[in-house]
């Protein structure tokens, strides 16, 4: 992101504990408006912890969070998603007992912008015609369509990605990344997980390396080729 731009989301020295267990260790990244930004590591690195306690999810935390210049770390978790900011975790969490439209229309609208049924159908066509599907018998694929698409209805902007491409075939990754893609295109802002460099390189714009619970690298999208050599040997490659 360019230095005179005013990030839409920052992260400075952020501590967390699991119980008595120190998490991460002074994560410190920014976000910019209209940016994909991922966060690549080793499991284990601190990650998904991150998003969670960007979402107060995990509330033994401090540092600073900084959204839209509104410092939201003592904000309940309740209260976030009410500024635009949508996650969607690695488990997903389709709801077992509700089909698919009953999925997608159950969470709030939490601000205006947020994407018709027919946007989201138009955006995710594997889901058109599985309106009375139970959202836990779709393809592994579909369930993290829907799961997005969940967030997309509710007016989010931003939104925090964990490991959407974890175990799917290929042409369902190459589907949600030219989603993403059109995501993007329509100004939204995603801070991703993702272990795939792959899909990665092909949306995102910076990559932040985590180990240890905290940034310890950044790459520019355009440098990763040049760099792969050293990303191998973070992740362990």
């Not at 991150?50 to 939201?72: E, N, S």
């Not at 027919?118 to 829907?146: D, K, V, W, Y």
Request: glycine share 10%; proline share 5%.
């Amino acid at each position: 992101m360019p230095a005179t731009d005013k990030p839409r989301l920052q992260v400075d020295n952020l501590q967390a504990w699991y119980d008595e267990s120190h998490v991460l260790h002074g994560m410190t990244l920014n976000v910019g408006d209209g940016e994909i930004v991922t966060l690549i590591g080793r499991n284990g690195a601190g990650k998904t912890t991150t998003m969670r306690a960007i979402m107060g999810v995990l509330r033994k935390r401090q540092g600073t969070i900084r959204y839209k210049d509104q410092d939201i770390v003592a904000l309940a978790p309740h209260k976030v998603p009410r500024l635009g900011i949508g996650y969607v975790p690695e488990e997903r969490g389709i709801f077992a007992s509700l089909n698919v439209i009953e999925n997608l229309t159950l969470p709030p609208v939490t601000q205006p912008g947020g994407m018709s049924l027919n946007e989201i159908f138009a955006l995710f066509p594997n889901l058109q015609g599985r309106n009375r599907t139970i959202g836990t018998r779709l393809s592994g694929g579909e369930q993290q369509m829907l799961a997005i698409a969940r967030v997309l209805r509710s007016g989010a902007d931003f939104i925090l990605l964990d490991e959407p491409t974890e175990g799917l075939a290929p042409v369902i990754v190459d589907q949600i990344a030219v989603s993403l893609q059109i995501l993007k295109q329509r100004g939204l802002t995603i801070l991703l997980v993702e272990q795939n460099l792959q899909f990665a390189s092909a949306i995102a714009d910076r990559h932040y390396v985590v180990e240890q619970g905290e940034v310890v690298d950044e790459v520019q999208n355009h440098a990763l080729a040049a760099n792969m050599g050293k990303l191998n040997a973070y992740l362990g490659v």
